[in-house]
């Protein structure tokens, strides 16, 4: 009689290794990198227009309403203020569609993000497409931050007369381009990284083996 196998030291069994994820193929990383490019950047465009209504609606708001208090209460209404209460009730449908057009290059960009993605051989865009926007929300505002400090130092520049304003388009211009290149920089990135990341495995072979002789 053999003794018994000791504990710990029995038959060796083989261990399927994990499937491992082939790098993406050049078409997959052209497409994250266009998906990226013009995904991020439509939606930022709408953010930022969504964003901007509604700050100018809230302060538009609250000015109208304490002109409205102050002519309900029998007040004259300083003139500024009645401007902006008058504004406000005459082109309230302005802001409407500008959120609107907000709104819907935001779609646009998800939607565009999505369809590329998938046309490229990416087939968890919705998934790529959330986890790198997320990316590029905080990117965006490090950058934005950043860039935010020559944006400052023109506003508060001292003005010298009419000879300075074309210095300070040229700097606004140049602010507005940078912001714009290093918008679709991010998405190109984020994009890019989320689409490595959240790569598909191989596929396994589950085909029996032929027997052998």
Do not use: C
Request: hydrophobic share 55%.
């Amino acid at each position: 009689m053999s003794a018994p196998t000791p504990y710990g030291y029995g038959p060796a069994y083989p261990v399927q290794a994990p499937p491992r994820r082939p790098p993406l193929t050049a078409g997959q990383k052209r497409g994250a990198m266009i998906a990226g490019g013009v995904g991020y950047t439509l939606m930022s465009l709408g953010f930022g227009t969504i964003f901007a209504v509604v700050v100018v609606t809230l302060v538009f708001g609250v000015m109208g309403f304490i002109g409205a208090s102050i002519a309900r209460s029998g007040g004259a209404a300083d003139e500024f203020v009645q401007t902006v209460t008058d504004i406000v009730q005459s082109y309230w449908w302005i802001a409407l569609v500008v959120a609107i057009l907000g709104v819907a290059l935001w779609l646009a960009g998800y939607f565009a993000s999505v369809r590329i993605l998938k046309s490229s051989g990416n087939p968890r865009g919705t998934a790529i497409t959330w986890a790198a926007l997320g990316i590029g929300i905080v990117a965006g505002w490090v950058v934005g931050t950043v860039l935010s400090i020559p944006g400052n130092m023109l506003s508060v520049l001292p003005n010298r007369g009419e000879g300075e304003l074309p210095g300070l388009i040229v700097g606004g211009g140049l602010l507005a381009l940078a912001s714009l290149a290093a918008t679709v920089a991010i998405g190109v990135f984020a994009w890019w990284w989320m689409a490595h990341a959240l790569r598909p495995a191989a596929p396994v072979d589950t085909a029996p083996a032929s027997p052998t002789a």
